[in-house]
């Protein structure tokens, strides 16, 4: 059965108006054409509907138990025409995203805010996660788009560069390094080292610079920015940390010396799955976070 949408407005106007002209102008078609589409109704039901004749039009019992399930069928079109109209219109919807702590505890908390007060009806969630949870997270569905310095492979994802962030050598106020408007990696020879987790962007991006620069490794790894501002408080070491990550590290006592090394950047990317569309809601808040780049980053 190929009962349509249009067979059950014309069902709907006759059964309101009870006459074929007037129902027949409802429905924007000829009287001999509205005429046809009851029939086919009809004909597809396999039962007569109404009654008619030159005077009158009335449902027949048949008419009336179909009624029943037309108006139902009307009122679930209606209110899923008015849900999705909703959405839309972002008076409704639900945001999943994922993000590396250094991004989600200062810039992008405030973009969240905005879009929150904006779009008070829409729903978000936040996990902040190092960057191979990220991809994982956005692959499986789980969250609607990621922001991640890396950018998975093209195969799965697709991704848009937002900016790149320099890295900040994080010390204590008595190291000699200190003092300096910046530093390079050279500078770095010998000097102890508290790593961040090899799952985490900052690890994987660093690993060839402090090879290369011959730290001293001290085995201390972690996974969060306060952790490692600690340790470097304590005097355990020296460590870099992206832009972003400062406000999670700066405390009385530490000081952050710009790396002053020309490709020393960490990429950000907005990450989605590949093929995604993305509702109303995400898409807003996609271009949102596209839009709170930093100024000065723009270019960077």
């Keep these: 059965m190929n009962l349509s949408g249009r067979l059950i407005d014309a069902f709907l106007a006759l059964e309101e108006t009870r006459r074929f002209a007037v129902a027949a102008r409802r429905c924007n078609v000829s009287a001999s054409a509205f005429s046809q589409m009851i029939g086919r109704l009809e004909t597809q039901v396999g039962a007569r509907l109404f009654d008619r004749d030159t005077r009158n039009v009335s449902l027949t019992a048949e008419g009336q138990a179909f009624s029943e399930g037309a108006h139902r069928i009307a009122d679930e079109i209606r209110a899923t025409l008015t849900?999705?109209?909703?959405?839309?219109?972002?008076?409704?919807?639900?945001?999943?995203?994922?993000?590396?702590p250094s991004l989600a505890s200062d810039w992008l908390a405030l973009i969240l805010a905005s879009f929150r007060d904006a779009h008070p009806a829409v729903t978000l969630r936040l996990l902040d996660v190092?960057?191979?949870?990220?991809?994982?997270?956005?692959?499986?569905?789980?969250?609607?788009?990621?922001?991640?310095?890396?950018?998975?492979?093209d195969l799965e994802?697709?991704?848009?560069?937002?900016?790149?962030?320099?890295?900040?050598?994080?010390?204590?106020?008595?190291?000699?390094?200190?003092?300096?408007?910046?530093?390079?990696?050279?500078?770095?020879?010998?000097?102890?080292?508290?790593?961040t987790v090899r799952t985490g962007s900052v690890w994987q991006q660093t690993q060839a610079w402090l090879l290369k620069a011959a730290v001293h490794d001290t085995g201390l790894e972690v996974s969060q920015f306060g952790t490692l501002a600690g340790l470097v408080a304590q005097d355990f070491g020296v460590s870099l940390v992206p832009q972003m990550a400062l406000p999670l590290c700066l405390r009385p006592g530490l000081v952050a010396v710009r790396l002053d090394e020309r490709?020393?950047?960490?990429?950000?990317?907005?990450?989605?799955?590949?093929?995604?569309?993305?509702?109303?809601?995400?898409?807003?808040?996609?271009?949102?976070?596209?839009?709170?780049?930093p100024q000065d980053k723009r270019t960077a």
């Design 157 to 195: 994802f697709e991704s848009t560069l937002l900016f790149r962030e320099r890295f900040y050598l994080l010390c204590r106020h008595d190291d000699p390094l200190a003092a300096r408007a910046g530093v390079r990696f050279r500078d770095l020879r010998g000097k102890p080292f508290v790593q």
């Design 130 to 153: 190092v960057s191979d949870r990220c991809l994982s997270l956005v692959a499986a569905g789980e969250v609607d788009f990621g922001l991640n310095a890396q950018r998975g492979n």
């Design 263 to 293: 490709l020393a950047l960490r990429p950000i990317y907005l990450v989605k799955r590949r093929g995604r569309t993305l509702s109303p809601a995400t898409r807003a808040l996609w271009d949102a976070v596209i839009a709170g780049v």
């Design 83 to 100: 849900g999705v109209q909703h959405r839309a219109a972002l008076g409704s919807g639900r945001v999943a995203v994922a993000a590396p």
